[in-house]
């Protein structure tokens, strides 16, 4: 099984995303997705920029491929998406139908995370278009990807997310300005104070969820450690870990080790949990909600959605 | 594709018959519903239409000179997939004047089955721009698209001007801060979205707990939101909390407001927008009639003399006397709200 990186979610400075990327080089990763997904204010590095560092990570071997935002609204944002779609270089990684229509018919796409792949018609429909490998919808269960797996169109890979904090929605409303009374067109990037997000709390104190700029991701850690052999057994092909600002090299080295039959799951979790201030959750794979702890719920009443 | 010299069309929504009548006895040119099962967006218990329902509906449209659209806008996974397509099947049996669609599985089989029948892009098709409009047209042959309650007005215009389908955008109700189709808010706390189920912070995860200085309102043991003694309580949707960020508690993501476009009337119909949707499946009869007569009379007196359209202060009293909190926004059509 290939291991992924997720394009960065959060505003990071430019120093801090070479140095991230630079990390990589040595690690298993095999498949690395760049470049901005959340918001086309974020400007530290231009499409030139992420070329370069695209051209490093495949002299090094690995498997680099073009993400596109999610949300795509200003003519500006398609005219930077148009240019990502006709670099001649690298595969892209749809994020908005948008997307799927500029990259229909001129070679092989991905579909990422946030087009919406619910069934083996709309997959095999995407692949006729030229898709050749889907990440699953964050809510899905193991049962659903399991049967959209195994009705696959020929050679289509399938990516499961199985470590980081899940991307659950998207506005046109930035949530971050909006915590420091600012508005959108006057935010000041704000976001880049939040390396990892901004938190928000329930009101008894419960971390809930993190505001990325006009993203909201959950608090908890999405972390499917405890069931990558079934993933295996399924025969998903590659599985995606986004990033976060701290331990990623960590965090890549004791995914593959479990992987390996290196390392107990047990022994992973506890060497995962220093990366996870607020706990990891599992729910989504085992068909409920998406926040519930991993191991919370017994695995016999668990019931797919 | 803007309609300048066409009148904007008024749609309203209906959880049953009762209010499917009143909807057109009110005014609304077309109405839309769905069936009673998780093919459509709003699932609620004692909600929707069963077939036979749904073709008197069809029926009492038709003999008003007004038209039927049936949703079936959640994604089907693959164990619901039959139940979607045998929908879909029924819809065209009924004879509904335009079927709402999200899913691309779904529509393709619908083109390719059912090559007669008007598809509309269901705002759950998280269709926010001309190429993803594109996509829908030139794959599917969609007639209309919802816009996600995401786009500024200007957006709304821009998008007018470059795209070859109809615009359908929303005018009164609640409003869904997030970009509807790619919301897994809900589902993360309760396990039921409305992609996959239907539902939106779902009833039967609501549980209310009364304290020593108010109420608090959880979903599934989440504290979304708490009340003081006094203080009017609202339903625990996930966006319209109320939370803690930098020890600021505050709606962090949004105020439960009411959308209302009462105010920019023309400057849609200037904009090409071919018809304006009123959110609310599972509102009551008594409020579908009040919305319906008060934008009827709006847009028909917007349309007879449009130079001197101004909201009269009865339509603004009876919408806000509706809406959720009792005040209304105009949403992301006005650029300083996002």
Redesign the interface.
């Known amino acids: 099984m290939k291991i992924s990186i997720g394009p960065i979610q959060y505003f990071w400075g430019r120093e801090k995303i070479l140095a991230f990327y630079d990390q990589l080089i040595d690690t298993r990763v095999d498949i690395v997705y760049l470049g901005e997904t959340v918001c086309s204010k974020r400007r530290e590095l231009n499409l030139n920029d992420w070329l370069e560092i695209a051209g490093r990570l495949a002299a090094s071997g690995k498997e680099v491929i073009l993400s596109t935002l999610?949300?795509?609204?200003?003519?500006s944002?398609?005219a930077s998406?148009q240019q990502i779609a006709e670099n001649n270089v690298y595969p892209v990684e749809a994020n908005?139908?948008?997307?799927?229509?500029?990259l229909?018919g001129h070679g092989p796409f991905v579909l990422g995370p946030?087009i919406?792949v619910?069934?083996?018609?709309?997959?095999?429909?995407?692949h006729r278009l030229g898709a050749k490998r889907w990440i699953s919808?964050?809510?899905?269960g193991r049962?659903?990807i399991t049967?959209?797996h195994e009705?696959r169109p020929p050679a289509m890979e399938t990516e499961i997310f199985a470590y980081g904090r899940?991307p659950?929605?998207?506005?046109?409303?930035?949530?971050s300005a909006?915590?420091h009374d600012k508005?959108?067109?006057d935010c000041g990037h704000i976001c880049s104070d939040y390396p990892d997000g901004?938190?928000?709390?329930?009101?008894?104190?419960?971390a809930?969820?993190v505001?990325n700029g006009i993203q909201?991701q959950?608090a908890t850690v999405h972390n499917l450690v405890a069931h990558l052999d079934e993933l295996v057994s399924i025969g998903i092909d590659i599985i995606r870990i986004d990033p976060q600002q701290h331990g990623m090299a960590e965090i890549v080295s004791v995914l593959s080790s479990v992987l390996d039959g290196q390392l107990q799951t047990g022994i992973a979790m506890e060497q995962l949990a220093r990366y996870q201030p607020y706990g990891s959750c599992d729910?989504?794979w085992r068909?409920?909600?998406?926040?519930a702890p991993v191991a919370a719920m017994p695995e016999e009443i668990a019931s797919d959605? | 594709m803007p309609a300048l010299n066409k009148k904007m069309e008024l749609i309203c929504p209906a959880g049953n018959l009762p209010t499917l009548r009143a909807a057109v006895d009110n005014g609304a040119d077309a109405v839309y519903i769905g069936f009673r099962n998780r093919t459509n967006a709003r699932n609620f218990p004692g909600l929707n239409f069963s077939p036979e329902e749904a073709l008197e509906g069809v029926r009492y449209a038709r003999i008003n000179g007004k038209r039927l659209f049936l949703a079936i806008n959640t994604f089907p996974v693959p164990e619901h997939w039959q139940e979607a397509v045998k929908a879909v099947d029924k819809a065209a049996e009924i004879g509904v004047d335009a079927l709402i669609l999200a899913d691309i599985g779904l529509m393709n089989y619908t083109a390719r089955t059912h090559p007669d029948l008007r598809l509309h892009l269901s705002v759950q098709g998280s269709a926010t721009n001309r190429h993803a409009i594109a996509f829908y047209h030139e794959q599917f042959g969609i007639s209309r698209v919802v816009l996600p309650r995401v786009l500024s007005l200007a957006q709304v215009q821009q998008l007018t001007e470059k795209t070859p389908v109809e615009v359908e955008v929303f005018g009164y109700g609640s409003l869904c801060v997030m970009v509807e189709g790619r919301c897994a808010l809900s589902s993360y706390v309760t396990g039921n979205s409305p992609n996959s189920a239907g539902v939106c912070s779902p009833a039967h995860a609501v549980r209310w707990l009364e304290t020593p200085s108010g109420r608090d309102a959880y979903l599934d043991g989440v504290l979304i939101n708490r009340y003081h003694d006094g203080e009017t309580a609202g339903y625990p949707t996930i966006c319209k909390g109320r939370f803690k960020v930098n020890n600021h508690i505050f709606h962090s993501i949004e105020e439960p407001v009411c959308l209302n476009v009462l105010e920019i009337l023309p400057e849609l119909v200037n904009a090409g927008v071919s018809a304006i949707k009123v959110e609310g499946r599972q509102r009551s009869r008594a409020y579908v009639s009040t919305v319906a007569r008060t934008l009827r009379a709006a847009l028909d007196s917007y349309h007879v003399d449009p130079d001197n359209f101004k909201p009269r202060n009865e339509w603004i009293t009876q919408l806000n006397q509706l809406a959720e909190g009792n005040c209304h926004t105009l949403g992301a059509y006005h650029r300083s709200w996002q």
Request: glycine share 6%; hydrophobic share 50%.
């Open positions: 999610a949300l795509l609204e200003a003519g944002e398609l998406l908005d139908v948008a997307a799927v229509q500029l229909a946030h919406n619910y069934n083996n018609e709309t997959l095999a429909f995407l919808p964050v809510e899905l049962n659903t049967r959209l009705n899940l659950l929605a998207f506005s046109a409303r930035c949530f909006r915590a508005s959108k067109d901004l938190a928000l709390y329930t009101q008894d104190d419960d809930f969820l505001l909201v959950s729910g989504y068909g409920g909600a998406g926040m959605a």
